[in-house]
């Protein structure tokens, strides 16, 4: 079956992963200061922690807004559950706003409604690659005294009136999960231009540990010494793994150019359809695109999802909505509360997109769906 997303593994990458499995370090060593420094280069100067996946990256990063028991935090049902799950696990509040239904992302006036006196972080997540309304967000953020954090899962490499993603926020969490814009096999990271933030994450992703005496609260003891002032969780990203991924945003740029590409050719093929909405791009929004959001008629999605599937084409959803899962459910969120997400979701289906793609599986694609949907 032709997958909706998959990696990339070229010769360098083998041998990169090689030449760090025959090194001294197999942890924490050269390779993750180099990849952060990578990733600090696409994000525009932002300081970068690696961690073990985009979860982690945004555990760490609710962890670096100090977020607390009472504390509100207002997001996008519009995603992957780890949007809320990890906040949840500080016994944080979500607060779901609506979407804006041309590109998926939360809509500034939404979430600036759903803001209260105890809303601690304002947290967006760039749908699609599509990145969100930054400088809205950043200014109601800073109007309510909260942090804006974009989980940018989707969208390294990503832009916005030509500022790079991990710019635009407080903080910002990148995944390299395997379907993502570039691989580490598991990983993620916390970007941030604040110093602050950026000691608290690295912080919490190493097990709370703190060496500079100077910061310690006991005398010298020695040099082995260290202390365990906040607790923490061991979320370090392997020297393998980052070797990986050094490798891998070296070809970022040509990711980007080749998944617009094959965003191109499903456009063309498939505007003035009038059972297909393409997905929406915002004035000034250079996407890296990681899926492409096909929206069918509602009444005949999982028909056609079923149907495409079946001849052999793995298109996905994304996503349900996070408060109808069980676990929201329990807590007393209903269905109804955002309907413009809940009407996206019903439309919905994830057409195949990554760099290897050839234009002749693209062009097999468009076919099917076309014959599927009708012209």
């Not at 599937?309 to 209903?334: A, E, L």
């Amino acid at each position: 079956m032709l997958p909706y997303g998959r990696q990339d593994i070229e010769q360098a990458d083998v041998d990169a992963v090689v030449a760090a499995l025959q090194s001294d370090w197999l942890t924490t060593g050269p390779e993750v200061a180099r990849f952060e420094a990578a990733i600090s280069k696409v994000a525009g100067g932002a300081s970068a922690t690696a961690v073990t996946s985009g979860t982690a990256a945004l555990h760490t990063a609710y962890a670096a807004a100090n977020l607390a028991p009472g504390d509100e935090v207002v997001s996008t049902p519009m995603t992957f559950v780890a949007t809320q799950s990890t906040a949840c696990a500080f016994g944080a509040k979500i607060v779901f706003a609506d979407i804006d239904p041309f590109t998926g992302n939360l809509d500034p006036e939404a979430a600036a409604a759903a803001v209260t006196e105890k809303t601690k972080v304002i947290a967006t997540v760039d749908y699609a690659g599509h990145p969100v309304k930054g400088p809205e967000f950043q200014k109601l953020a800073a109007e309510s005294g909260a942090l804006f954090l974009e989980d940018a899962a989707h969208s390294i490499g990503s832009t916005l009136n030509g500022v790079p993603v991990g710019q635009l926020a407080d903080l910002t969490t990148f995944s390299f999960f395997p379907t993502k814009n570039l691989t580490t096999a598991e990983g993620g990271a916390v970007v941030t231009t604040s110093a602050e933030l950026d000691k608290r994450a690295r912080n919490f992703k190493g097990l709370g540990m703190i060496r500079d005496p100077k910061e310690m609260r006991a005398q010298d003891e020695g040099s082995w010494f260290y202390e365990v002032q906040e607790f923490g969780l061991n979320y370090r990203l392997p020297d393998v793994l980052c070797a990986l991924g050094t490798s891998q945003i070296a070809r970022l740029g040509q990711y980007k150019a080749r998944r617009q590409e094959i965003h191109d050719r499903y456009n063309a093929a498939f505007a003035g359809n009038e059972s297909l909405t393409l997905p929406g791009v915002e004035q000034g929004a250079e996407p890296m695109w990681h899926l492409y959001p096909l929206r069918v008629p509602a009444e005949r999605r999982r028909a056609i999802f079923d149907e495409l599937r079946t001849r052999g084409i793995g298109v996905q959803v994304n996503y349900i909505p996070s408060y109808w899962h069980p676990v929201f459910q329990d807590m007393g969120y209903k269905k109804g509360m955002c309907p413009n997400a809940e009407q996206f979701y019903a439309q919905e289906i994830s057409l195949p997109l990554f760099a290897t793609l050839t234009n002749d599986q693209v062009d097999m694609v468009i076919e099917n769906v076309l014959e599927i949907v009708g012209e």
